[in-house]
């Protein structure tokens, strides 16, 4: 081969050879503006998963299901009753204690009238002993210049006696009376106290045979059935409410250097891809790792150790809008990138708010219809 033709082919490798090293360089300094743009203050995971409130639906009292008003799959607002018992026995309940609340006021009403009367007989047993005294003054003085008899005088003075006795029980009668009554009305006797809150607890139980959704969500894991007898506590049926969703993004060890509570995260969900985006901020981390609250924890102290880069659940709100607009469900995977470059409100360690995070009212009953329906009972009762 002639000189000439080797030349125009080094020629040709060396232009190669350099566009490579170019486009090598190029893309080494593209990767390089791109981690200090963008990949250094991102820190991201797919290894994050939606989280819920499960909310368990338990009886409150025992009896036997008659009727069920929600499946699962199904939607229920707060309030609503998903659950009835059987009534007969709440009822009959209710009425004993209506009649024992009764029985009582007309037992104290007894009880106050005996008092009078025992007032009325100490009265009498005084004047008793009253009269006897002034007949033994009338027959001492007489005895003396034999007007009257000694054994007439004997019977003065037992008489006084015996009127002093019948006054000191009368007087012991009443204050035992008076301990039952003093100091309240029939009204405000303990006694009827006790008895009102029987009835109240009663009506309660009668309220609380038809079981209400504590939240609004869809049912889930019913494990109740029809003419089951069921017992206070025991598990019927959960609710989870889907507008009450977080991600739980368990991050790497080393990745959690720079996230701080507050910064912003650009979340997206399989089960809708790259076309729906959620955001959210953090919320806080975990107090441990998942090895360490699994249900055989590992065992580290041995020769054959290996070291395993542990992943710590760091909590992301959600948007309640964008829940609304594209609903998930708990489990779903989700892909979590959390802007480090944000500076965020606080360090992960910051402890939570004291308020309540979740509350209900549904379960408040109006005990002042209760309340009311005692004071009728009573007033009844009292009626002459």
Do not use: C
């Amino acid at each position: 081969m002639s000189t000439d033709t080797q030349a125009p082919k080094n020629n040709k490798r060396r232009v190669v050879l350099a566009g490579i090293t170019v486009a090598f360089l190029a893309a080494g300094a593209a990767y390089g503006a791109y981690y200090l743009l963008v990949a250094s203050k991102r820190v991201e995971t797919d290894n994050a998963y939606v989280g819920g409130n499960l909310v368990n639906v338990s009886s409150q009292v025992t009896g036997s299901v008659v009727e069920i008003r929600a499946d699962e799959t199904q939607m229920v607002k707060a309030g609503t009753e998903i659950v009835v018992l059987d009534p007969a026995d709440a009822q009959v309940n209710l009425a004993q204690a209506e009649a024992r609340l009764g029985s009582t006021v007309r037992q104290l009403r007894e009880r106050y009238s005996n008092v009078d009367q025992l007032q009325a007989v100490v009265e009498q047993r005084r004047v008793t002993l009253k009269t006897a005294q002034e007949d033994l003054a009338r027959r001492a003085p007489l005895a003396a210049d034999n007007v009257v008899s000694g054994e007439d005088v004997a019977h003065a003075r037992r008489a006084v006696d015996d009127a002093k006795a019948a006054l000191d029980v009368a007087e012991k009668q009443l204050a035992a009376g008076r301990v039952v009554v003093a100091g309240v009305s029939v009204q405000d006797n303990p006694s009827v106290q006790a008895a009102k809150a029987d009835y109240l607890g009663a009506w309660l139980a009668a309220r609380r045979n038809a079981i209400v959704a504590p939240v609004t969500g869809y049912v889930a894991k019913r494990s109740v059935q029809v003419g089951s007898r069921i017992a206070p506590g025991a598990p019927l049926l959960s609710i989870v409410p889907l507008n009450q969703l977080w991600v739980d993004a368990n991050f790497k060890e080393s990745e959690l250097r720079d996230i701080r509570v507050g910064q912003p995260v650009t979340l997206e969900a399989d089960v809708y891809g790259g076309k729906v985006a959620y955001h959210g901020k953090v919320m806080g981390l975990g107090a441990g790792t998942g090895s360490a609250f699994s249900l055989l924890p590992a065992q580290n102290a041995t020769g054959n150790w290996i070291k395993v880069v542990q992943r710590v659940p760091v909590r992301i709100s959600l948007d309640p809008k964008e829940l609304q607009q594209h609903p998930l469900r708990i489990g779903l995977s989700m892909t979590a990138d959390v802007d480090i470059a944000s500076p965020g409100t606080g360090a992960l360690g910051t402890a939570a708010t004291a308020a309540p995070a979740y509350s209900t009212t549904v379960l408040n009953q109006p005990l002042q219809q209760a309340q009311q329906a005692t004071d009728a009972i009573v007033a009844k009762n009292m009626a002459k």
